[in-house]
């Protein structure tokens, strides 16, 4: 089976910048609505003095849209018999990459406002710093777990619908080209 390479290469740049995306709408979700909405609706859990518990929060709509996003994936894959799980990890492996670079540039750098700002990047992984408070060490933490939730959701989600396909609820898709 040939395999086209600009499909590929779309494929990597689509989910490198839907990554990057999901995370940064997490954050402003979570320093605006979850901070504005929950931390007034609920003020015993002390949302403005809590950012441990904040950064929890907030990463809960990043993680439910990079599941979603991975599931629809390993559905389309499926369909169209294109299953490709060593692919999909290499994507997500060089994007947790890309994305850690900034956390391990943070710490030779002087300015405090870029390191501040770097520091907000990182902000959805700041419930881990319970392990270390170094920006580095929480911050690859972060990265491993968004790169194995979405690599599991990928896997989990492709046998789910390989059992849904084999069962006969779903019919294979195929291209007439």
Known sequence: ?????????????????????????????GR?????????????????????????????IPGVMLIMLFADDAKRHTAYRSYRPL??????????????????VAGYLTEERAVDAITQLYFTSYWLSFVSERLEIYALLGTVFWVALCIL??????????????SGEYEYEVDEF
């Open 1 to 29: 089976m040939e395999r086209d390479s600009l499909k590929d290469l779309l494929y990597c740049l689509s989910r490198f910048g839907l990554f990057w995306a999901i995370t940064v709408f997490g954050i402003i979700m």
């Open 32 to 60: 605006t609505a979850v901070l504005g909405v929950v931390g007034t609706i609920i003020p015993r859990l002390q949302l403005y003095n809590n950012t441990e518990l904040l950064s929890l929060i907030s990463c809960i």
């Open 87 to 104: 692919f999909v990890t290499c994507v997500m492996l060089v994007t947790g990459i890309v994305y850690y670079i900034p956390a391990v």
């Open 153 to 166: 959701t990928y896997i989990i989600a492709r046998r789910v619908y390989l059992h849904k396909f084999e």
